[in-house]
Every structure is written in structure tokens, then in C-alpha cells.
């Protein structure tokens, strides 16, 4: 019998990402609180890519403790740029203020995924990718934040690259899957190993 998947993960991209794929998996959804986490590692100094890390692992390791012999994968994206880290927006003033300080900036998106199995971290990977925001004008931000705040919300910096926030951007140079916050392909590799898909 295959391992058994759970993905300890609300997001909704990563659990399309991995049907889309024919992965076989499960969600559990693992209560953690983010922000007391990401501020007690910022507060020792942690690097944007160990906090990704460290984010992922506290929740794989979470679900993994109740699930004995599933494969539990865990995931974070961070949001980095000039030193400074970004979370999700917590209102529409936040998106548009968040925006403007990275319009017309290079910034990078840490993509970390973390599979445990009873209770031990049995594989790791954090993706990077680099995107430089354009000089969009003040009244298009204006109409973007109106037309796509119920969905930007969820979304760190304040933009969906699958979604209208492609247009904010000039140039993308990374994997696709690492910007939606998933390494897939490198998951796949991992799931062809264990058996969790097909080789």
C-alpha cells in the first residue's frame, strides 16, 4: 500500500496544484499561529529563507504527530525585499500600501515545502524566485485593489500571479510553481521516489 498524503495546508492553489497533477492527498489543516511564529524568528534574526523553512516544518511537523505513517507536507511562502519581509495585507489600505512600496523594486518569493513522517523530516526544498514590479500608475492600483481585494487578501504582497496581479509585473525569473508557493516539480521527483505517484 502507497504512503498516504496530507497536505497540511489551507491554501487553495497548492491542493489544485497537486489534483491537477494527480497526486493523491488529503488536507488537514493545521492550527498554527503564523504571526507569533514569523515575529519570534524575525526577532532572531532568522533569514527570510529559514523562515520559510522553519514555517513549513512547524506545520508539517504539527500534522505529522497525529498522523503515524502518512507522508505530511507543509509549505510557506515568504515575500522579501530591500530586508524587509511581507505578509498577507489585512485590509485593502494595507494591499495598496505594501504595492506601492514594491512598484517599480525587484523582490523575491521564498517557496518552502517540508514532508515529515512520523514526526521526522524526511525531505526539504525552498524555491526562489526573483520578480520585478512595473511602474503601474496610482489609478490603475486604485481600480486593481477594487476589482481583486476578496481574492489578493490571501495572498502575500497583495497579488495572485495567476490571477490580474500578472500585470504588475515587468519581469519574472523563476519557476512558475515556486511563485504560486509550491515547488512541484521538485515534490514530484520526491513523490516518484517514495512511491506516493507513479515513476
Known amino acids: 500500500m502507497n504512503p498516504h498524503l496530507i497536505l497540511a ?5 497548492r491542493a489544485d496544484l497537486l489534483r491537477a497533477a ?3 492527498f488529503t488536507v488537514t489543516i493545521p492550527r498554527v499561529d503564523e504571526s507569533s511564529i514569523r515575529a519570534a524568528l524575525e526577532a532572531e534574526g532568522a533569514s527570510p529563507r529559514d523562515m520559510a523553512d522553519a514555517l513549513a516544518e512547524y506545520k508539517a511537523r ?6 503515524p505513517g502518512a507522508f505530511v507536507l507543509g509549505c510557506d511562502q515568504i515575500l522579501t525585499c530591500d530586508g524587509v519581509i511581507y505578509a498577507k ?3 485593502p489600505e494595507d494591499a495598496r500600501a505594501q504595492l506601492l512600496r514594491l512598484r517599480g523594486q525587484r523582490h523575491q518569493l521564498l517557496s518552502a515545502a517540508v514532508i515529515y513522517q512520523d514526526g521526522e523530516p ?3 526544498h525552498v524555491g526562489v524566485a526573483r520578480l520585478l514590479m512595473r511602474e503601474f500608475s ?5 481600480d486593481y485593489l477594487a476589482r481583486n481585494w476578496d481574492s489578493l487578501r490571501h495572498a502575500v504582497g497583495g497579488y495572485k500571479l495567476e490571477e490580474e496581479g500578472v500585470r504588475l509585473f515587468s519581469r519574472i525569473e523563476g519557476d512558475h510553481f515556486t511563485i504560486l508557493g509550491l515547488p512541484l516539480l521538485e515534490l514530484l521527483a520526491f513523490f516518484n521516489l517514495r512511491g506516493i505517484i507513479a515513476a
Not at 504539527?62 to 498522523?67: G, I
Open 62 to 67: 504539527r500534522v505529522s504527530d497525529r498522523q
Open 89 to 91: 495585507p489585512e485590509s
Open 9 to 13: 495546508s489551507g491554501s487553495q492553489i
Open 138 to 142: 496610482d489609478a490603475y492600483l486604485d
Open 122 to 124: 524526511v525531505w526539504r
Open 22 to 24: 494527480g497526486v493523491p
